[in-house]
Structures are given as structure tokens and as C-alpha cells.
């Protein structure tokens, strides 16, 4: 039976990871990701967990404690945000190297600079081809039940990568909303327990994690980690239709919302998904055949099943809300195009950059998204493709 | 039992085996198998170790040179990734996850750049937190694995290949960091410094009060490296006991806060003893360079001074 609640996105995350009850944490505050080890760190004051919380002194510092702690044999876990991540960059790479199952919540931030607190998507596209599993979560409860299924993920024999859990920051980390729980018992019987196969803390079969992998085996190496990520395409459905069992939520690569019958469609990631439904529904009601494709598994990129999914549609626009600032278009749009054109898929598609640095995104010019796609639509001429949304004009 | 050399090599197992590729006359490697011989044969131990020469000269895939578990990262989070096993170690023996009976020492490794450097803050961090671990700084006073860079460690006018001895500027300008004093100030349980003298006991005895110290223990310890300072390989342990007689490596422990010098030689040699032997120093030789011998030699004696000092106070 589940729990009818009201939390926070980072709240429910706390709660998530208390039910999962790691052996250790190690994190380091950073707006808007704090809250998490500050309400996970008064479970472990209150005993109401068996972790070792680690309070290190850098970001840098936690991904390699989470990593010293996986390596050994621990369920290991972090949470962070930007600039965080940013200084954990180069330990995220040897974290999915050492094919350690870690799974760490990212609360979306811009990264400096200049310095931002609020919600884009820069720390993550940041990190997109680190041989991470990233899911990306619309709201609260999508936030804890990717949490939820992480570790299933992240552990399988087929996978061992590590995961993360994005959500947008402020926007759902620190709204309340309505939540499902599901009781202790039921995700302790769910996540299961961690079985490393090998780990340091075995004094019976010692181990040396980390070498120096010269021309010779490295490229092998590299081959194994794609190859597990690859793998990693079965084990989420797998995992995401144990957990519809359970819960009655389902999951999937992506969502399809009212894209069936859809002419023109906008595909985006978490939180800005809502408010595009809610377009959508109105849009619907005024003859506009309008639907939404939502990433929530981005790595794996489903690239051919996007492409299946989007095929039929007269126009596409992809929202990336982070710049690559490559003179050519942000890194969704061009996974989503790349995926087209390799599966030979050909629909008009736009690009448009939105809601850098927390900038508010409204249904009004969501609305225009839509509009614009009619027009494109109609025929089926992108001009120009790379635009923005929400951008005051005359400043850029 | 008193120590004895010849029983400890003949009857604990060397834990950090042959093969592994470090060069002949390399301090480290001499150090670093002493210190794993402290551990108790029983006992297990995860070692980390930070990107360096001792990381990437015993552990190239796929041969590992350490019979114990091991882990490298990268170069400035050795003190961190330590953390994290030992924390797991402990949350785990907590629930009963691992064997009751059996007993696990945490150990890192770093050079100098990986420690009094790049690694500085994680290793600070790891200290603070109080760990129950042991880091060992191996201090060769330079980058050596990179080719002989400067660091914090790096004696006063040693030429260097970021501080090479120029004709306006004589190698390197500053006197380097002192790295004990920095860990005293987290007030851990147990800090010495040693090195690889005569009979290693000073080295082994040390080592066995660090891992059997509760909490966090800090071990420096001077590796000389025969490519950046410039001796015959074979000269090695001559350069250590000169390190220790002209206490330009002084050797000591501080337990909880107590100073205590392990080694006052009967006879303090002038400097000008350690410095000629080693190539990185020749430039101090030259006619109209006295001063610089003059300076570093003002420059030991003032730590010497203060350490004995130190002793004094803190036994009061």
C-alpha cells in the first residue's frame, strides 16, 4: 500500500535514499542539492539508517570517498548540483570506469559562469558521454521512483555503471507536492541487497582496482564500458516493469504524451514536460494536434526508439535547456536529429535553448513552440533552426 | 620483543612483492615495502594509492606488485578515496557484513606532489575527519614521474625542471613546506616523520604505531629519487643517513601533541655533507654562491632548533 504524502523533489530524494539504507554517503553542500545529505545526516544522527555518512570538504572529495566506499564493497551514494559536479568531473569518468554501481541524485543547476543558483540543464549535458546512466525525472514522485530503481539498474551483473538521477532544481528539488511512498518494507524487498561480486573489503580474494591501462588494454576497456551501457537499454525495462508490478507507475525509455495522433510535437526533460502537458491540453482543445515526447532515460540515448516514436509527425521542436555554444545547437536536438537520420527518419526539426539560469518558461511561450511548428509544418522549411525561447530580444 | 632486522625479513611476508618497475636506487619502494611489513601478517589491508611514480610503476595491467587489495583513483584524492573504503569498512563490519574476526588497516600513498600539493586538501579533509587510516607521504621533493617538476616539498635551490638553476634565478627561490607541522595542526593521534636508516627501525616501529593508532596517523617520509637529485643508485641509503645526520630530514613523532626526536646524531654534520653528493644541488658549489650553503644551512638549523624546542615544551 502506498503513502499518500507532500514533499519536496529533494525531500522525497532524502527519503528515497533512507529506504534504501547504503552503507555510505559522502557529500558536500551545494544549492540546490543541500537539503538531501542535510535530511539524509539527521536519519543517520537518529539512527534511523545504518550508513556512514561521510561530511567531506569538496565535491571532489565525495565522488572519491563514494567511490573508495563502492570499490570496497559498499552501496555508496552522493548528491549534488553544478559547480559540484564540475569539480567532481574528473572522478564521475573513473567512477563508470572502475564499473562501480554508485547512484548519485543531480539537482539540476546552471554552472558558473557567471555565477547562478537556479535550474538549467548545464551540469548534466556537462557530463553526458562520462559513462553514466542519467535518468531525468518531471517531478517529486518521478525523482524518488528513479531513485527507487536506480540501484536494480546500476548493480545488474549485465550493467555495474554508475546512475543519475536528475531533477530540476528549485522547480521540483523545492516545491511540495503531492507524492506516492511506498513503505520501507516493500523497497527494501524491491532494491534487495547489494551482493558485490568483487571488492576490496574481501580479505579472502584481494583485488587492485585502477591500474595503469596502456595502449594495449585500454581501448578493450573502454569497448566493455559501451557495451555494458548498451546492456543497460534491457535492464531498465526490465526493472521499470518490475517496478510498475509493485507500484502501478510506469515507466519507460521516454513518455509519449497524446503523440500517437500528434502532428507536431515538442521532445524536452523533466520539469518543463509538465507544463508543456498542460499546452498540449489546451492546445487539443483548440484543434491544435499537438504532443510531447519526454526523455526520461537520456543515457542510454534510446535513439532508434525516438525515432520511431517521432517518425509520423509534420514537425518537431527539441528543447535544450542548456547552450552547447557550438554555433550549431544543443546536445538533445542533436542526439534527436542524429537519431533521425541515421534510422532515415526525415520530420522538419527546430531547436530552441530556453530557461538558462532559471529562467521562468511559460505555457504562453510554450504555446509559441507549438505555433511555430504549425507554421513549419505547413512548409516544411526550417530556416533557421538553432533559437531560442525566452530570450529578451535585443540583448543577445 | 625487541625489533630485529633479520627476523622481520625473514619472517614477514613482503606485502608490495617484486616485479614491480621502479627505478634502481629509488627510495620508495625501499620504504614502502618496510611499512607493509608493520602490518600484522593476520591483517588485511586496502591500499590506495594517488597517481604517481609508486602507482604507475606497480600496478600496470594487468600486474599488481601488492598482495593486499588496492585502489587508484587519481592524483589529488588519495586521502578522500581512503576515506570512502574505510567508511564502507566500517558501516559494513557494523551490520555484520563482513567476517567479525578478521581485521582490515587502511593505508594510503602519495609522493610529495600528491600529498604536500595537489592532494593537500583531501588528505586535510581525511585527517580532520579522523579516519582510521594511515597516509604515507613518500617525499622525493619534487614531480619526479613527470620529469622533475618543483613542488612545495622541493628544497631551497634545487634545480628542477620548473625551477631550473638559470644564470638570474638559482633554482629554486622558497625553503619548502613543512608538512608534519601542517598535520600536527589537525591535533590527530600519531604524526612522525622517518626515513630509511641503518637497520629500518626508526621506519618499522613508526609504521606499526600508525596502523595500530586509532584514527587518523600521518607518516612522512623522505624518499630519495637517483634521477632528480642526482646520486649513484647505490648510494641511496648513504643519502638517507646524511638526510638524518645533518637533520635536514629530522627524525620524530608527535603523539598526541608530545614531540619526541627519535634520532639526535652525536655529531650534527654541516649541510654542505647531503647537498654535494646530489647533482640538483651542484650550482651551490660555484665560486660566489657560498651564500646560498650559508642560507640553507641557517635554514636547517632553525627547524632543527625549533623541533627541539618543541620536545622540550610540549614534554613539559
Known sequence: MSIRERLSGNEATAIAMKQINPDVVAAFPITPSTEIPQYFSTFVANGDVDTEFVAVESEHSAMSATIGASAAGGRAMTATSANGLSLMWEMIYIASSLRLPIVMALVNRAVSGPLNIHNDHSDAMGVRDAGWIMLFSENNQEAYDNMLMAHRIAEHKDVLLPVMVCQDGFITSHSIENIELENDEDVKKFVGEYKPQHYLLNADEPIAVGPLDLQGYLFEHKAQQADAMRAAKNVIKEVSADFEKWTGRKYDFFEEYKLSDAEVAIVCMNSTAGTTKAVVDDLREKGVKAGLLKVRMYRPFPAEEIAEALSHLKAVAVLDKSDSLNAAGGALFEDVTSAMYVNERYVPMVNYVYGIGGRDTTEKQLESVFLDLVEIAQVQNVDNPYRYLGLRKGEN | ?316
Open chain 2, 1 to 316: 620483543m625487541a625489533y630485529d632486522l633479520k627476523d622481520v625479513v625473514a619472517n614477514k611476508p613482503s606485502r608490495f612483492t617484486e616485479g614491480h618497475r621502479m627505478c634502481a636506487g629509488c627510495g620508495a619502494p625501499v620504504v614502502g615495502r618496510m611499512i607493509m611489513r608493520a602490518l600484522k601478517p593476520e591483517d588485511h589491508a586496502v591500499v590506495t594509492n594517488a597517481t604517481g611514480c609508486m602507482e604507475v610503476s606497480t600496478f600496470i595491467y594487468p600486474y599488481t606488485a601488492w598482495t593486499d587489495s588496492f585502489i587508484h583513483t587519481a592524483f589529488e584524492c588519495a586521502g578522500a578515496t581512503a576515506s570512502g573504503t574505510e567508511a564502507a569498512y566500517k558501516a559494513m563490519k557494523r551490520q555484520g557484513k563482513l567476517p567479525a574476526d578478521k581485521d582490515t588497516k587502511f593505508i594510503a600513498f602519495g609522493g610529495d606532489g600528491g600529498t604536500y600539493d595537489i592532494g593537500l586538501q583531501s588528505l586535510s579533509g581525511a585527517m580532520e575527519r579522523g579516519h582510521d587510516m594511515v597516509y604515507v607521504c613518500y617525499d622525493n621533493g619534487a614531480y619526479m614521474n613527470t620529469g622533475i617538476q618543483r613542488s612545495s616539498a622541493t628544497p631551497q635551490f634545487a634545480d628542477t625542471t620548473t625551477s631550473p638553476a638559470g644564470k638570474v634565478i638559482p633554482g629554486k627561490m622558497q625553503p619548502r613546506k613543512d608538512l608534519a607541522k601542517i598535520m600536527v595542526g589537525h591535533h590527530i593521534p600519531y604524526v612522525a616523520q622517518t626515513l630509511a636508516m641503518t637497520n629500518f627501525k626508526d621506519l618499522y616501529e613508526k609504521s606499526e604505531k600508525a596502523f595500530y593508532t586509532e584514527g587518523a596517523a600521518f607518516l612522512n617520509v623522505l624518499a630519495p629519487c637517483p634521477r632528480g637529485w642526482g646520486y649513484p643508485t647505490e648510494d641511496l641509503m648513504k643519502i638517507n643517513k646524511l638526510a638524518a645526520d645533518t637533520c635536514y630530514w629530522p627524525l620524530y613523532e608527535v603523539v598526541d601533541g608530545k614531540y619526541k626526536i627519535t634520532y639526535k646524531p652525536a655529531k650534527k654534520l654541516p649541510i654542505e655533507e647531503f647537498l654535494r653528493p646530489q647533482k640538483r644541488f651542484r650550482h651551490m658549489f660555484k665560486e660566489g654562491n657560498e651564500w646560498m650553503i650559508e642560507e640553507f644551512q641557517k635554514e636547517v638549523d632553525a627547524r632543527w632548533q625549533e623541533l627541539l624546542d618543541l620536545e622540550e615544551i610540549t614534554n613539559r
